[in-house]
């Protein structure tokens, strides 16, 4: 306890210190993950419900590893490339669920690293498939030591230790960069550092600013809550919650920065879906680009609001939809929730066509989970790394954004245009699960929770 102590205190010094440096306004940039793939050839032609044959996926997301890139030219670190530069870091703290694409890895591990500079790699407690050998081996080779920090329980153990009702999982994705001249580099996403970088559909805000801006300070309060929480195998929700609260409480970081709201969940749970519901029922059109939608206030905001609301999902609901059983880690719960909202009102719901097939193999997936919610005073975006779950929100440690930053929330805007060219409706898709080639169809990568 006394080590937690002294970590609390050392982020108080460093907030004190910090809040002197800040200077320019944040500036961030959404980086979508959109792969486009070759055109497939099914083994037979499949009908769809409207009649139509097909012989083919449709394009242009259902992808093999024959589509994804070999290079180190993935947009993501590309962009952290131009915004670090050759300057010299001092601090990388990195979160996600998985850990798989070594290119993070060797993006972290090339930079110019002052002498004390530490990294930390915070990850889910339980299982080595969290992080991969490849990336771990990786890292073992860096230039600066690495510490790993392990959160949560094994929720899958046979012996878990974890509690119903407890914090247990770790499924925030961010990364922060601080430089020796006081700058600093965020990310926050849907995506993990594995296939997520480049195979699915996913969503990644960069931001450049300053150590000691507003939003620099709700990130490193991620972190610091992170800290504290190490080793804990069944945190209680109000001690994880208390830890974030008072971070942001005591050093003033709530509230938006150029537009941009950052929240950790489960603490900012009821507020963010407070927020959310308000401007859903305000509205005059929402859009939801999600993997999963039944979050039971979401969908009783979008039962009563008067917008016109359209969903784009994943294939693989549609696929639970025609034949009424689970597709891989789709159910039929997850399905149902919106079937009842449609009963009582018109949602346009759509899919893209993704590699995701029900025998557990997966290319890849639409992984991105955001909101954009237009009205007559402006455009509001929700996204983070939480599923529109009502569990996710309240039971996982989560990032999520509020963002009112009119170019950002426009990027988003335009985002979810692209994806409604390419998306179809159900009488559109095959009815029934497909095979591609047999030479292609082994060509799948690894699961995505």
């Not at 073992?140 to 974890?162: E, H, Q, T, W």
């Not at 941009?260 to 305000?282: A, C, N, R, T, W």
């Not at 919106?338 to 992984?367: E, P, S």
């Not at 975006?381 to 170019?407: C, D, K, W």
Request: proline letters at 3%; hydrophobic letters at 40%.
């Amino acid at each position: 306890m006394h080590t937690r102590t002294y970590s609390f205190i050392a982020f108080v010094f460093y907030f004190a210190m910090s809040s002197l440096l800040a200077r320019a306004d944040t500036r961030f940039e959404l980086i979508p993950t959109e792969p486009s793939c070759k055109q497939y050839e099914y083994q037979i032609a499949v009908p769809s419900p409207n009649g139509d044959l097909h012989k083919g996926p449709v394009r242009p997301f259902f992808c093999t590893r024959d589509d994804f890139p070999e290079s180190d030219d993935l947009a993501v670190l590309r962009r952290l490339d131009a915004a670090v530069a050759d300057r010299q870091i001092k601090d990388i703290r990195v979160s996600a669920y998985y850990y798989s694409d070594v290119r993070v890895a060797r993006f972290i591990c090339s930079r110019r690293f002052t002498a004390d500079a530490k990294v930390t790699v915070y990850r889910q407690a339980g299982r080595r498939a969290h992080v991969s050998e490849p990336f771990m081996s990786e890292l073992a080779n860096c230039k600066v030591s690495v510490r790993f920090l392990d959160i949560g329980c094994d929720v899958f153990a046979a012996d878990s230790v974890c509690r119903s009702g407890s914090v247990n999982v770790l499924h925030s994705k961010v990364m922060l960069i601080r430089g020796e001249t006081n700058w600093a580099v965020t990310v926050l996403s849907s995506g993990n550092f594995n296939k997520s970088m480049f195979a699915n559909i996913e969503d990644w805000v960069v931001a450049v600013t300053d150590v000691g801006s507003k939003h620099e300070r709700q990130v490193a309060c991620i972190f610091s809550t992170l800290e504290e929480l190490g080793g804990v195998p069944a945190i209680p929700q109000g001690y994880a919650s208390g830890l974030y609260s008072r971070c942001i409480g005591s050093w003033n970081a709530g509230g938006a920065d150029n537009g941009v709201e950052l929240l950790m969940m489960p603490s900012g749970e009821k507020f963010y879906i407070d927020q959310m519901v308000g401007d859903i029922e305000k509205a005059s059109e929402v859009i939801i680009v999600s993997q999963y939608l039944s979050h039971d206030r979401i969908l009783n905001a979008i039962s009563k609001t008067g917008a016109s609301v359209r969903v784009l999902s994943d294939s693989a609901w549609h696929f639970v939809l025609q034949s009424g059983a689970p597709v891989g880690v789709f159910n039929v719960a997850d399905t149902s929730a919106l079937a009842v909202i449609q009963q009582k009102r018109t949602v346009d719901q759509a899919f893209l066509m993704t590699n995701y097939r029900g025998d557990g193999g997966l290319c890849n997936t639409v992984h991105a989970r955001f909101v954009v919610i237009r009205s007559t005073s402006g455009t509001t975006v929700y996204t983070g790394s939480a599923h529109l779950r009502t569990g996710s929100f309240q039971l996982n440690l989560e990032q999520q954004m509020r963002i009112q930053n009119p170019e950002l929330a426009e990027s988003y805007v335009k985002f979810a245009e692209r994806l409604t060219l390419a998306a179809r409706t159900s009488a559109q898709l095959p009815s029934t699960g497909i095979a591609i080639k047999a030479t292609e169809l082994n060509s799948c990568i690894e699961q995505e929770e």
